[in-house]
């Protein structure tokens, strides 16, 4: 069966899903996105992502051209058009087709694409060994540049990381912001465990503030660890007894190395591990459901 892909009112089959090269998405990076995940015939967080969407588009004032509610049944219904039950679903709006100046007054209508696909897995083993990673030379844009806050077609910023952490042969990249303090990864953000303290760099950082970071730290105060959303260096990061990342794709992965430094005894933490647990737990358990009628 051909993939089913939903554009602009329509699900159609993948080949048919085309976007025009006037779209100033494609011309200037112009839009916003997300990335969400289904587990077990459940939509994890749906209400977050649509949430966050949202505050994506007004900032950068792209009307988007339905309601919450209509998005969130435009996307179940993706989902149960490509019959799945586990997926990644990428939902993309851009500024849509306008001419080959920038102003996105001549861009009336906003493009919304759909895409649901089929889940490839970081390989498990990576879980259990945990990541070795690198920071890179790249800096991340801070907030008051593209706030990185706007989950948004461009990028680059993160693909230049990207490309640096290649050049080391790493996984991911943690990029530091201007100041030099820890910010996120390319497509993850970063936690560190220092005695009983569980600490992730604050909103204002230069990051994006990821709706699994905020389940991460939910689970931290569960087990009674002192959470912290506070700016920490490399420093920190080396000495630290525990890491770990976090994202959609990634879900919850320990961090074992830093620029050849090992963190903690090399073997992802016992509260890492806890926290992968609870984390796949309530992946498992919660969510809303793509087949209830
Ligand atoms: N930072 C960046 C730059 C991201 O692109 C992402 C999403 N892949 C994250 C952090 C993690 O956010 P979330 O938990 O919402 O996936």
């Given at each position: 069966m051909s993939k089913k892909i939903y554009l602009n009112g329509e699900i159609v089959p993948k080949e048919e899903a085309r976007v025009s090269v006037l779209d100033h998405g494609y011309l200037y990076g112009d839009g916003i996105f997300e990335g969400i995940r289904a587990y077990n015939g459940r939509v994890f967080k749906l209400d977050e992502h649509i949430d966050r969407l949202y505050k994506s588009a007004k900032t950068i004032m792209?009307?988007?051209?339905?309601t919450k509610d209509e998005i969130k049944e435009i996307i179940l219904e993706t989902i149960r058009a490509n019959n799945l039950k586990d997926a990644y679903i990428r939902l993309v709006i851009s500024r849509g087709e306008g001419d080959l100046?920038?102003?996105?007054?001549?861009?009336?209508d906003p493009t919304v694409v759909i895409i649901a696909s089929e889940i490839s897995l970081y390989d498990n083993q990576l879980y259990e060994k945990g990541l070795s990673v690198v920071t890179v030379p790249t800096r991340r844009n801070g907030?008051?540049?593209?706030?990185?806050?706007?989950?948004?077609?461009?990028y680059l910023n993160n693909i230049m990381a990207r490309i640096e952490a290649n050049m080391q042969d790493a996984p991911e990249a943690i990029i530091l912001n201007s100041q030099g303090y820890v910010a996120e990864c390319t497509g993850d953000n970063v936690f560190i465990i220092e005695g009983n303290n569980l600490v992730t760099p604050p909103?204002?950082?230069?990051?994006?503030?990821g709706i699994k970071r905020q389940v991460a730290l939910n689970i931290g105060e569960q087990l009674g660890l002192n959470v912290k959303e506070e700016l920490f260096t490399r420093y920190d990061l080396f000495n630290a007894d525990e890491a770990f990342l976090t994202g959609t794709a990634a879900e919850v992965i320990p961090v074992v190395e830093v620029d050849k430094r090992q963190i903690g005894n090399g073997k992802p933490g016992k509260f890492t591990k806890e926290i992968i647990e609870r984390f796949r737990e309530i992946a498992r358990s919660s969510g809303t459901e793509i087949y209830s009628n």
């Open positions: 792209l009307d988007i051209p339905h100046g920038l102003d996105p007054r001549k861009c009336p907030p008051e540049m593209v706030n990185p806050r706007v989950k948004s077609l461009n909103k204002f950082a230069g990051i994006l503030e």
